[in-house]
């Protein structure tokens, strides 16, 4: 599965790694610090053949601290968590929050590990690992971090988003979302989506981080009292609401217009008339008309029209 990262580098849909992924990663990285470290050793052997036994001995001890503790943290520094070997398992240190590491997590956890893995040969990291139930060893515990799997088999289908509580349907249908990013939006609905396979610590951490953003952007405070993953769950259902009622008023928001309907009149049923009736008022119908026209005829000619 490809990673999910929010707008602030939140990670998220990812599980926490356990002890036989981690030990095959560490030792991994391990054998490639090894490797790293004889040919340092070699190269200032030869440097300094002709310097003191202090000062080898000083030399020695340093490349030991830059190579086997600088090295690691260097790498997890500027990798935000991905050595070799946790790159080739597939794993990631992250922040107990999802957020990415920075130098001071990486150089408690290289400080840590020295005792952890080095001196003890992984003894007391893998108990720390067993006992702990996000499979964190000691140095994870002081740097406040997490090793966690960025690869996540696929399910083979797609998972809707939760709806909201019922109480809250329709509760932000004021709100304005049109400073809201797309990105926003799609780590929202990523987290909605996969909330149920997170860390009950880190997804709370990752719901109070994306409502806090969600807040910034709308200007508009959540309420009080409401979960965080209940708040974005509703906002969510509000907007794709809005979205449903642009779809289907469409047509007529795009300049359909209607066209005109005439209007229909009524038809007045009329009684059949008998021929011979039809014949005489036809007839009479006839007289009546040419003596009018006559009368018309005259009144004008004599310009005069007679009374009653």
Do not use: N
């Not at 998220?12 to 391990?30: C, E, F, K, N, Q």
């Not at 309420?223 to 008023?249: C, K, T």
């Not at 009149?265 to 009736?277: H, Y």
């Not at 008022?281 to 003596?291: E, F, I, W």
Request: one cysteine or more; aromatic letters at 4%.
């Amino acid at each position: 599965m490809s990673e999910l990262v929010t707008g602030d580098a939140v990670v998220l849909g990812l599980r926490p790694a356990r002890l036989p992924s981690r030990a095959l990663a560490s030792a991994i990285d391990l054998a490639v610090t090894f490797v790293v470290f004889i040919l340092v050793s070699v190269v200032l052997g030869i440097a300094s053949a002709a310097l003191d036994e202090a000062a080898v001995a000083a030399i020695g001890v340093a490349s030991f601290l830059l190579v086997l503790i600088g090295g690691p943290v260097a790498v997890e520094t500027l990798s935000h968590g991905r050595s070799l070997g946790k790159l080739a398992c597939g794993l990631r240190v992250v922040r107990d929050d999802g957020g990415p590491i920075r130098f001071r997590h990486a150089l408690v956890r290289g400080a840590m590990g020295l005792v952890e893995i080095l001196l003890t040969f992984g003894a007391v990291a893998s108990i720390a690992s067993l006992v702990s139930a996000r499979g964190r060893r000691i140095g994870d515990v002081f740097a406040g971090t997490l090793v966690i799997r960025e690869r996540v088999a696929a399910t083979g289908r797609s998972v809707a988003v939760p709806p909201p509580p019922p109480w809250l349907v329709g509760r932000f249908a004021e709100l304005d979302l049109s400073g809201v990013r797309d990105e926003l939006w799609s780590a929202i609905r990523q987290y909605l989506t996969r909330m149920q396979q997170l860390d009950p610590g880190v997804g709370r951490s990752i719901a109070e981080r994306l409502a806090g953003e969600l807040v910034a952007r709308t200007g508009a405070a959540a309420p009080q009292g409401v979960p965080a993953a209940a708040f974005l769950a509703a906002v969510v259902h509000e907007r794709q609401s809005r979205d449903a009622r642009r779809m289907f008023a469409g047509p007529r928001a795009g300049g359909y217009v209607e066209a005109p309907v005439a209007p229909v009149t009524p038809v007045v049923p009329v009684a059949p008339v008998a021929p011979s009736a039809a014949g005489a008022g036809s007839r009479a119908g006839g007289r009546g008309a040419g003596d009018d026209e006559q009368r018309r005829g005259g009144a004008s000619s004599g310009g005069f029209a007679p009374p009653g």
